[in-house]
């Protein structure tokens, strides 16, 4: 079976431009997750959904941070305007939604802001 | 605020001998501990998972404990190979919103 597919793996862009990183869960999975690697801070939860629907962006960090989940099979982590300091490996992560249940990560996005 | 550290020092063990690393939190009460594995340039991958009400948890070569009242968790990998080399994360979750707060990991390098 597929895992969760990250697309693009690799995005360099330079400052003020709008970054779009997307992602497809686990035929299957009902809650995803973004969160955010940095050697600094570690893996940070950014937003999470459970059937589609937003239920904590509280890790978002700003309003240039948006997040959607139009379907089942598809989200999106939108940047904008990027700026350097939002250069980190972004994730995408899915799972059955409950407490027990593992969470299925894809390999990321390295995002480099320039 | 809720903290975990894990043990930001990598640990350099010989291969054959037991790796043993350590999740320690604060300011949290939770209801689940997973711990995940992370290769260079890949996703976490989900190891083990243990219950607040568990004291351990055994898979083939890993063993996970859970002791609420230190607020630790150890993990440990018994007869190291060098291909357990890995950056080992914990993971904290919250039973009634199922979300997860990992540590910044460890990690392990096991010398043949």
């Known amino acids: 079976d597929a895992g969760v597919i990250q697309s693009p793996r690799h995005e360099v862009t330079e400052m003020g431009q709008e970054v779009t990183l997307r992602c497809k869960p686990i035929?299957?999975?009902?809650?995803l997750f973004w969160y955010r690697q940095t050697m600094m801070r570690g893996l940070e939860l950014l937003i999470y959904f459970n059937n589609n629907v937003p239920i904590d962006d509280s890790g978002m960090p700003e309003d240039r941070f948006s997040a959607k989940m139009p379907n089942a099979s598809f989200s999106t982590l939108k940047i904008q305007p990027s700026e350097p300091r939002d250069s980190a490996v972004y994730f995408c992560a899915s799972t059955i939604f409950q407490g027990s249940q593992p969470q299925h990560f894809g390999d990321g996005t390295r995002l480099s802001i320039l | 605020s809720q903290k975990i550290e894990q043990n930001s020092e990598a640990l350099n063990i010989q291969e054959g001998k037991t790796a043993t690393l350590t999740c320690n939190y604060t300011n949290y009460s939770p209801a689940y501990l997973q711990w995940y594995r992370q290769d260079p340039g890949r996703g976490p991958v989900f190891l083990l998972l243990?219950?607040?009400?568990?004291k351990e948890k055994r898979k083939e070569r890993l063993k996970v404990t859970f002791d609420t009242t230190l607020k630790q968790s150890l993990f440990h990998i018994t007869a190291s190979q060098p291909a357990d080399s890995a950056t080992y994360l914990c993971a904290l979750g919250d039973s009634g919103t199922y979300k997860y707060i990992f540590g910044t990991g460890t990690r392990l390098k096991v010398l043949a």
């Open positions: 035929s299957g999975h009902n809650s």
């Open positions: 243990i219950r607040e009400n568990e």
